[in-house]
């Protein structure tokens, strides 16, 4: 009977120490596991982000910043031109190399808009030949796995002027060698731009 | 000794009962949590391709703005050349981009003027309407209206200064542009509105949006300054050219005036993968 009870007890402490051991882990597992546990970002932070990104792009497009932005060439090279005051050179395959835009406050307000540690990239899309082409403005990087994207589409007509400052009055319709093309040279529509602003 | 025996047995029996009760939780807890985090997926991406409303206003209104530019001598012409701009050029361009951002399908099912508008414009290089001062309408009885789309552009090696006074029937807020010197001067916005290089002698000033094209970093702020309805008011031996629009029907005596579409109303169809709209009229100032 003596050694029936110490074998009760020997299992009694053994199933306690297992109850203990499992409040513990389960107490851990609860605090670990969160919605962002396997690095996904938040359905609501990504669709907060991505509001944050379509207001920046609504906003500026208001103030005309987007078709400013947009219309900044270099009709001589079919490239987008230099800004020496902000963005810097401009590089067929990176975008401007200062990482900012030829137009004052778009870059502030996305620098303002988003916690430090969100990058972003902008990219122009638009009709060439029926093909869609893709030019890079501004190029930070390969965007993660948890990419947002918001985007704007702007109008352009052959009768804009190009915003860059070595071009005084010429209009897109006149513009030598654009980087956009006239995708309606019979129509005083000029090309449809989507501004792809691309967040991670 | 038996009873002993029973009571410690029932007390293994009871924290047996526990533990399964609490591995059970534990593996439902787990479960639950892992549904939750894989339907986060890692990859998924929150995107939007398709236009918003607002978006078709704007493209439709830029060609509204283009053929005002153009410059028909009824409203009824223009109204007529931008239905032929929808139908041969804009919605299909405007379709395609929403197609292949989001799959979506737009028809722009009507289009028609609305508010009538005047624009006004210098086109040769000289004086501001012969040095001024002129008002866009009468100061007595004062008369007020809407305007949109001041765009100047001045010359500056002829040097001087240009003074737009913007003025509704309470206040007034003024813009001084002084050119010479190689360089122009606005007498608003931050140290990139001073010393603005000419480029071929001239610096466009986007005076609505409170932009400099010949300077990027260059922003000031006007219309934002006050409240419309608004009188214009010119003054000053600078030289350049300009145009602005309005929605009078008519303004004083001034260097060249247009009949323009200041507003118009248009109605489309939006079929999404989610959503399918059909709207009721939109209607879109063209200079706001």
Same mark, same amino acid.
């Given at each position: 009977?003596?050694?029936?009870?110490?074998?009760?007890?020997?299992?009694?402490?053994?199933?306690?120490?297992?109850?203990?051991?499992?409040?513990?882990?389960?107490?851990?597992?609860?605090?670990?596991?969160?919605?962002?546990?396997?690095?996904?970002?938040?359905?609501?932070?990504?669709?907060?982000?991505?509001?944050?990104?379509?207001?920046?792009?609504?906003?500026?497009?208001?103030?005309?910043?987007?078709?400013?932005?947009?219309?900044?060439?270099?009709?001589?090279?079919?490239?987008?031109?230099?800004?020496?005051?902000?963005?810097?050179?401009?590089?067929?395959?990176?975008?401007?190399?200062?990482?900012?835009?030829?137009?004052?406050? *778009? !870059?502030?307000?996305?620098?303002?808009?988003?916690?430090? !540690?969100?990058? /972003?990239?902008?990219?122009?899309?638009?009709?060439?030949?029926?093909?869609?082409?893709?030019?890079?403005?501004?190029?930070?990087?390969?965007? !993660?796995?948890?990419?947002?994207?918001?985007?704007?589409?702007?109008? *352009?007509?052959?009768?804009?002027?190009?915003?860059?400052?070595?071009?005084?009055?010429?209009?897109?319709?006149?513009? !030598?060698?654009?980087?956009?093309?006239?995708?309606?040279?019979?129509?005083?529509? /000029?090309?449809?731009?989507?501004?792809? *602003?691309?967040?991670? | 000794?038996?009873?002993?025996?029973?009571?410690?047995?029932?007390?293994?029996?009871?924290?047996?009962?526990?533990?399964?009760?609490?591995?059970?939780?534990?593996?439902?807890?787990? @479960?639950?949590?892992?549904?939750?985090?894989?339907?986060?997926?890692?990859?998924?991406?929150?995107?939007?391709?398709?236009?918003?409303?607002?978006?078709?206003?704007?493209?439709?209104?830029?060609?509204?703005?283009?053929?005002?530019?153009?410059?028909?001598?009824?409203?009824?012409?223009?109204?007529?050349?931008?239905?032929?701009?929808?139908?041969?050029?804009?919605?299909?361009?405007?379709?395609?981009?929403?197609?292949?951002?989001?799959?979506?399908?737009?028809?722009?099912?009507?289009?028609?003027?609305?508010?009538?508008?005047?624009?006004?414009?210098?086109?040769?290089?000289?004086?501001?309407?012969?040095?001024?001062?002129?008002?866009?309408?009468?100061?007595?009885?004062?008369?007020?209206?809407?305007?949109?789309?001041?765009?100047?552009?001045?010359?500056?090696?002829?040097?001087?200064?240009?003074?737009?006074?913007?003025?509704? @029937?309470?206040?007034?807020?003024?813009?001084?542009?002084?050119?010479?010197?190689?360089?122009?001067?606005?007498?608003?916005?931050?140290?990139?509105?001073?010393?603005?290089?000419?480029?071929?002698?001239?610096?466009?000033?986007?005076?609505?949006?409170?932009?400099?094209?010949?300077?990027?970093?260059?922003?000031?702020?006007?219309?934002?300054?006050?409240?419309?309805?608004?009188?214009?008011?010119?003054?000053?031996?600078?030289?350049?050219?300009?145009?602005?629009?309005?929605?009078?029907?008519?303004? @004083?005596?001034?260097?060249?005036?247009?009949?323009?579409?200041?507003?118009?109303?248009?109605?489309?169809?939006?079929?999404?993968?989610?959503?399918?709209?059909?709207?009721?009229?939109?209607?879109?100032?063209?200079?706001?």
């Amino acid at each position: 009977m003596a050694d029936d009870r110490g074998q009760a007890y020997t299992l009694e402490a053994l199933i306690a120490a297992i109850l203990l051991l499992t409040a513990v882990l389960f107490a851990l597992q609860s605090v670990v596991i969160t919605p962002t546990s396997s690095g996904a970002v938040d359905r609501d932070v990504q669709a907060q982000l991505h509001q944050q990104a379509s207001d920046a792009l609504a906003t500026a497009d208001e103030q005309g910043e987007l078709s400013q932005m947009i219309r900044y060439w270099d009709c001589s090279d079919g490239t987008f031109a230099d800004d020496p005051n902000q963005a810097g050179v401009f590089v067929e395959t990176q975008g401007y190399t200062n990482n900012s835009v030829p137009v004052s406050h *778009l !870059g502030e307000t996305l620098n303002r808009s988003f916690r430090s !540690g969100t990058r /972003y990239n902008i990219q122009l899309v638009y009709a060439n030949d029926s093909r869609q082409n893709m030019t890079r403005i501004i190029q930070r990087g390969s965007p !993660g796995d948890e990419v947002v994207t918001a985007s704007y589409t702007v109008t *352009l007509t052959d009768g804009q002027a190009v915003t860059n400052r070595s071009i005084a009055s010429e209009t897109l319709g006149g513009c !030598g060698t654009p980087p956009i093309p006239d995708e309606h040279p019979s129509s005083s529509l /000029y090309n449809v731009v989507e501004v792809r *602003l691309v967040l991670w | 000794m038996v009873s002993d025996d029973r009571g410690q047995l029932i007390l293994v029996g009871a924290v047996t009962i526990a533990l399964i009760i609490l591995g059970l939780v534990l593996v439902i807890n787990t @479960a639950l949590f892992t549904q939750v985090v894989g339907s986060e997926g890692t990859t998924e991406n929150v995107k939007e391709g398709g236009l918003s409303v607002g978006q078709i206003g704007d493209g439709i209104g830029t060609v509204v703005a283009e053929e005002n530019r153009v410059g028909y001598p009824t409203r009824s012409a223009i109204e007529t050349e931008v239905q032929n701009e929808i139908d041969a050029a804009v919605e299909g361009a405007l379709r395609n981009r929403t197609v292949e951002g989001s799959g979506a399908f737009i028809e722009i099912r009507s289009f028609s003027r609305d508010e009538p508008g005047t624009r006004v414009y210098q086109s040769s290089s000289g004086p501001f309407e012969s040095g001024g001062p002129w008002t866009m309408f009468s100061t007595s009885p004062p008369v007020f209206h809407d305007i949109g789309g001041l765009f100047v552009t001045v010359d500056e090696p002829a040097g001087g200064t240009l003074d737009l006074e913007l003025s509704n @029937a309470t206040t007034s807020e003024s813009l001084t542009i002084s050119t010479g010197g190689g360089t122009v001067d606005l007498s608003r916005g931050g140290p990139g509105c001073q010393g603005i290089p000419a480029t071929d002698g001239t610096v466009r000033i986007d005076v609505s949006n409170g932009r400099a094209y010949e300077n990027s970093t260059c922003t000031f702020s006007l219309f934002e300054e006050i409240d419309g309805p608004y009188n214009l008011e010119f003054s000053g031996s600078a030289e350049g050219t300009y145009t602005v629009a309005t929605d009078a029907p008519s303004v @004083a005596v001034a260097s060249s005036t247009d009949p323009i579409i200041w507003s118009f109303e248009y109605e489309y169809l939006y079929d999404g993968p989610e959503v399918t709209v059909e709207s009721d009229g939109h209607e879109v100032d063209v200079y706001d």
